[in-house]
């Protein structure tokens, strides 16, 4: 069974186009986060969820716009696609802070043409 | 702010060699200190972790040990096997925090 699961894995867009992203998890974790791998590997936290609520916000603009309909759903919505946001996108959670070991999912290849 | 510094990659190895990614960290309070790995096309999966001063964590060969004198939690392991190729990531969160800062990440090639 998929603990962290993502969709799509890959998304082609043009620059402009909204397109989101989804993410679930089956372990029950009530924490949940997204991250944002560019092409040397850098990984940054965008935003923390925890119950449902943003627990944290990385400076992220706000074209980007997470929403948490319940505890095991983290979906990424991104308005206006802008060629710098091609990068690879991971999900995560975990039980409570980050603390505790967090579960990665597979990833989502964004490529904004 | 935080922040943690390993060493630049890649680094190459033969099979049975030694490994070291160094990593050391800045943070405000007493943060626990972990080591994530990235198999190529994967996410990260957690390799180790340690949440206090002299804590050793281990797992698969690995080790690191939390050092707050020198501010590291440097990653070792005797003998490599090519099946270790990945990126390694170093990585603090403070206690009772929701946000994980990483590393720039360290390539590991192994040549058989």
């Known amino acids: 069974d998929t603990a962290v699961s993502q969709t799509p894995k890959y998304l082609v867009t043009q620059m402009g186009n909204d397109k989101s992203i989804k993410c679930e998890q089956n372990l029950g974790h009530d924490t949940m986060y997204w991250y944002k791998q560019d092409s040397k590997k850098f990984l940054k936290i965008m935003f923390s969820?925890?119950?449902?609520?943003?627990?944290i916000n990385e400076t992220v603009p706000n074209r980007f716009s997470p929403k948490s309909p319940d505890k095991a759903h983290l979906n990424l919505h991104i308005n206006s696609l802008e060629l710098g946001d091609s990068a690879v996108y991971f999900c995560?959670?975990?039980?409570?802070?980050?603390?505790?070991?967090?579960?990665f999912g597979p990833g989502t290849r964004l490529t904004v043409l | 702010g935080d922040s943690v510094t390993q060493m630049e990659g890649p680094v190459t190895l033969s099979e049975e060699a030694f490994l070291t990614i160094n990593c050391t960290y800045t943070?405000?309070?007493?943060?626990?200190l972990f080591w994530y790995v990235q198999y190529p096309g994967e996410g990260l999966q957690l390799l180790l972790k340690?949440?206090?001063?002299?804590d050793k964590g281990s797992n698969k060969g690995f080790e690191a040990t939390y050092r707050k004198e020198t501010t590291s939690f440097h990653l070792e392991k005797g003998s490599v096997q090519v099946s270790d190729s990945a990126v390694y990531f170093c990585a603090l969160s403070e206690p009772g925090g929701f946000k994980t800062i990483f590393g720039a990440g360290t390539r590991l090639f192994v040549k058989a």
């Open positions: 943070a405000t309070g007493y943060p626990s």
């Open positions: 995560a959670s975990s039980l409570g802070t980050s603390n505790n070991e967090q579960f």
């Open positions: 969820y925890n119950n449902k609520e943003l627990i």
């Open positions: 340690a949440t206090k001063a002299d």
